[in-house]
């Protein structure tokens, strides 16, 4: 009987040896195949990030450092860091080039495209339900503030980030004064992101490969200048005062005189489109009359397919020559949908950048919700594509011959040249988001204490603009 119960005692160790044997072999087997990338691998794990990756910037791609080179270690800290570079040197956002080279790397141009795919099809699922329910949305009672708070936050976040890159950008004197002009060419000469990214690029190019080399003899003869003029100082004892240098200057007389004409022309054109609208009903309805049926259906889809192109151009375009990622692109994206076209309203631009912001993944998802407020469905799938596909194709590009890349000086003088110019365009971002969004003394106020709150405590972005639209509802309630 003792016998018997030792035998089975003996057995049932046997047993439980055998099952944690196999489950560590399981295990081990389980963590090699999650290390293996496969393209269900790669979509599913970004799509992961593409749905949870809040906040926009560096906040996702340490969400993408922690899945590449800590969990699923696909890539070494180095290979990250290498992305990471490319991602922040080429046109579009960081992330979504970062994405694209991890993608690139593991399996060619066909794991680029799976892993960007499933990326961005979170948020641009999320803007186009926005979109779908933003009339509805705006309809309800003090809605109008919880959006200026998500626009005060949103300038905010921008200033924060024109100022934290402002600061790794402009170590030289030359590249501090080229953000001044950056910012000043888009504010008031209403230059465009295209003709700001290659003039700074070439005048990079100018210093750092000619003026750099006659830094040593130049400081030379201005060593030798200086001994010089201090000996003969000393000598007659001459000591010229200086005069502060005072400048005096204005721009808000000229803003208040540009949007009064804008305001004049626009209803004149109303009033205009309103005359001539009696005088064409009677020939627009024998028009109808004379058209055959098929063509008076199909009139309406061939002219929503041909807005959605004519915007997705304009998206391709952007995409393709904007660096800095999605704040960079807002001017450029205000100026030819709001200012050119006219399509969207400030105050509805204003709440496309808000909600680009709230949604995860790149700001630069809100092309979504331009698309489909401009040309439905087919509009926000157009637009999306093409704000995405130039940075794409760059990287991949960019990716198959990468140390080549880095190793170009003429290449880097030019990107050198870029940099403190983005700084600038942020700033003009900022500054354009808040004459479209920011219309009183509250929002102002909450707008510098939010950017107080983010240098001082660094939060993140999400909660920031949760609490600055609620903050405004609930102080709205109140007052009212």
């Not at 803007?127 to 329910?133: N, Q, V």
Request: glycine share 8%; aromatic share 10%; net charge positive.
């Amino acid at each position: 009987m003792a016998q018997t119960v030792v035998a089975k005692r003996t057995h049932r160790r046997q047993r439980v040896r055998k099952i944690k044997t196999r489950a560590r072999y399981e295990h081990r087997r389980l963590k090699q195949i999650s290390r293996t990338a496969t393209f269900g691998g790669l979509f599913l794990s970004f799509l992961k990030i593409g749905a949870s990756g809040f906040g926009g910037g560096f906040a996702v791609l340490s969400q993408i450092r922690h899945l590449v080179v800590l969990e699923r270690r696909w890539l070494t800290e180095q290979d990250f860091i290498e992305a990471l570079a490319l991602g922040q040197s080429l046109p579009g956002t960081s992330a979504g080039n970062a994405v694209t080279y991890v993608g690139f790397r593991l399996r060619s141009w066909r794991g680029a495209s799976v892993s960007l795919a499933g990326f961005i099809l979170p948020s641009m699922l999320m803007m186009i339900a926005l979109a779908i329910f933003y009339d509805r949305f705006r309809a309800l009672p003090n809605t109008e503030q919880l959006f200026h708070g998500f626009n005060a936050a949103v300038v905010a976040l921008i200033a924060v980030t024109a100022w934290r890159m402002g600061k790794h950008t402009s170590r030289k004197p030359w590249q501090r004064i080229l953000i001044g002009l950056s910012f000043a060419a888009i504010i008031f000469l209403r230059a465009t992101v295209v003709e700001i990214i290659l003039i700074s690029g070439l005048i990079g190019i100018g210093i750092e490969s000619f003026t750099e080399r006659q830094l040593p003899r130049l400081e030379r003869i201005r060593g030798f200048a200086t001994r010089r003029q201090k000996r003969i100082r000393t000598r007659i004892a001459l000591r010229r005062p200086t005069k502060p240098h005072r400048f005096f200057g204005g721009y808000l007389t000229e803003a208040m005189a540009e949007e009064r004409l804008r305001n004049m022309s626009e209803s004149r054109v109303t009033q205009d489109a309103d005359d001539d609208n009696d005088v064409t009903d009677d020939s627009t309805s024998r028009d109808k009359s004379s058209m055959p049926a098929f063509l008076v259906v199909a009139l309406p889809a061939i002219a929503k397919i041909g807005l959605a192109l004519s915007i997705s151009f304009i998206f391709l375009r952007i995409g393709a020559a904007t660096f800095g990622g999605g704040f960079v692109m807002i001017p450029e994206i205000q100026n030819e949908v709001v200012n050119s076209h006219h399509w969207l309203t400030h105050q509805e631009f204003a709440d496309a950048t808000a909600l680009g912001q709230i949604t995860p993944g790149p700001v630069l998802i809100m092309a979504t919700f331009v698309g489909y407020r401009v040309a439905g469905a087919a509009g926000a799938l157009l637009c999306t594509v093409c704000v995405f596909l130039p940075s794409f194709l760059m990287t991949i590009a960019a990716g198959s011959s990468f140390h080549r890349f880095r190793a170009n000086r003429q290449t880097q003088a030019f990107l050198r040249g870029v940099a403190p110019a983005v700084t600038g365009l942020l700033g003009a971002a900022a500054w354009s988001v808040a004459r479209s969004g920011i219309h009183t003394i509250i929002g102002a106020v909450m707008a510098v204490v939010i950017v107080a709150i983010l240098i001082r405590y660094r939060p993140n972005a999400l909660w920031v603009l949760l609490g600055a639209g609620v903050f405004r509802f609930l102080l709205a309630l109140v007052l009212w």
